[in-house]
């Protein structure tokens, strides 16, 4: 495993650099800052000079925010971990391609945790990085933790999502699941802008791609072989979209 890694800190305000430079030089002791940038257009000349191992990057800026830095390079060969002051980004890109994100002020345990996942998951930065572009509208991709890596999957494969608590479990074809520890809002609103999943009980998410049949009577979904329940609150909704 490599050692030490190269980083890139972007981030439009000095204190927020310093502040990300003091706790990586004090608490992470694989990662190197090489060099900074405030700025989407001096990152990438940085970046293309420094070759970095991992970037850390702020999203909101001024002319350009830390998304289009990915225009820039047709190939992604760094990892990307960002750092905001807004954790609702989170919902739509950061755990869809992204190494990992930090919530400003930066906390040093989650700061570790990314030391961690950087060592583990270095190699890998280019496909989920094409994810991030590719899901710039709609989520057509996912990446989920799958034992010490991301396994990818196409949500067009799944077939529901299952509640469990503080987990959720991706039900895909042939029968493979994934149990992420995440709960079920988290793909609700992931998901919020593919039409074809549909919230039908507290504890279900269904994709309506797949083959159905609907029991109005008995208020019970078939669909590849699970048995949902459709709750009296999600009822009417899901009515009006699947019997349309």
């Given amino acids: 495993m490599k050692n030490n890694f190269k980083a890139l800190i972007i981030d439009d305000e000095l204190s927020a650099r310093d502040n990300l430079r003091y706790l990586l030089k004090n608490y992470c002791p694989s990662i190197e800052v090489i060099s900074e940038a405030s700025s989407v257009d001096n990152a990438v000349q940085e970046i293309k000079k420094h070759n970095p191992d991992v970037v850390f990057l702020d999203i909101e800026m001024p002319q350009k925010n830390g998304f289009q830095l990915l225009d820039a390079f047709d190939s992604i060969y760094f990892q990307i971990v960002f750092v905001t002051a807004y954790d609702t980004y989170a919902i ?19 700061l570790k945790e990314v030391e961690n996942k950087i060592c583990n998951t270095i190699q890998n930065a280019h496909e989920r990085i094409q994810l991030l572009k590719a899901n710039n ?6 990446a989920v933790p799958y034992k010490s890596d991301y396994a990818i999957l196409n949500v067009e494969d799944i077939i529901c999502v299952e509640a469990d608590r503080m987990y959720s479990i991706l039900h895909l ?7 992420v520890a995440k709960k079920m809002r988290y793909y609700e609103s992931l998901l919020s802008e593919n039409n074809q999943f549909v919230r039908v009980h507290r504890s279900w998410l269904l994709n309506t791609n797949h083959n159905i049949s609907y029991s109005k009577k008995e208020k019970l979904l078939i669909v590849e072989g699970f048995k949902i329940p459709v709750s009296k609150s999600y009822k009417e909704q899901f009515e009006a979209i699947y019997m349309s």
């Fill in 92 to 110: 739509k890109a950061f755990e869809i391609a992204a190494l990992d994100y930090l919530l400003k002020p930066v906390d040093i345990e989650r």
């Fill in 137 to 142: 509208i709609a989520v057509k991709k996912l």
């Fill in 173 to 179: 074809k042939n029968a493979k699941k994934y149990v």
